[in-house]
């Protein structure tokens, strides 16, 4: 089964706040970008992969991201998380009618095409599923097959939430790297020890990062 992924992202201006212990002010905006370039790029090396929405108004990240080839979707709703998600995989379904959509997180920096695959090919066998986080309190991939709807139900502890939902979580071995998401610091050294993309080694390079 080819999927189409929708990958939000909010203005760079307002992102990773979380980070402020890790990366000054002036610092997160390019690392958030960072993180979605090696997440883009490695979704769309992905043989399970037939195409990826960003769903975002920023217009440099709306640029970058559309030249590694994502189809750049304005966040129309502009009513949060769940809204821009909703609005992406109704957009893709106008396009391709029945498409098999996955909401994807935008800061995935370690992502490999082939863990994706072994998680999209497990997604396949369900009528809607997800993966949780690392820290298996979130959510990093919430899937719906042809005629499904997305139904996203992220924010706190959306794990929970999703399995609320009647999604199947999936449990497949061998995918940290879809499940490292980075949020704080700690998330950002555990991605690092993956092994991040290109994007994000030069923008992090210059951080000191203790327990690096």
Do not use: Y
Not at 122 to 151: H, K, M, V, W
Request: aromatic letters at 2%; proline letters at 7%.
């Amino acid at each position: 089964m080819q999927w189409t992924l929708v990958i939000p992202l909010k203005p760079l201006k307002r992102a990773k706040s979380r980070l402020s212990d890790t990366a000054a002010d002036g610092v997160r905006p390019g690392l958030a970008l960072a993180f979605a370039q090696d997440t883009v790029a490695a979704a769309l090396a992905c043989t399970a992969v037939a195409g990826v929405a960003v769903v975002t108004d920023d217009q440099l990240a709306g640029r970058e991201l559309a030249a590694l080839g994502a189809r750049i979707v304005p966040d129309t709703p502009a009513g949060g998380l769940n809204a821009a998600l909703a609005h992406g995989a109704a957009v893709v379904r106008t396009m391709c009618p029945g498409a098999a959509v996955a909401a994807l997180n935008a800061d995935l920096p370690a992502l490999r095409p082939r863990e994706l695959a072994r998680v999209l090919d497990a997604a396949a066998e369900f009528p809607r599923s997800f993966l949780p986080d690392a820290a298996a309190i979130g959510t990093t991939l919430l899937a719906a097959g042809p005629e499904q709807e997305l139904r996203p139900a992220f924010g706190l502890d959306s794990r929970n939430r999703h399995r609320a939902t009647g999604a199947r979580e999936l449990t497949p071995a061998g995918v940290d790297s879809v499940r490292q998401d980075v949020d704080t610091g700690d998330d950002l050294r555990a991605a690092l020890a993956l092994g991040v993309g290109p994007h994000t080694a030069a923008v992090s390079a210059g951080l000191l990062i203790p327990g690096t």
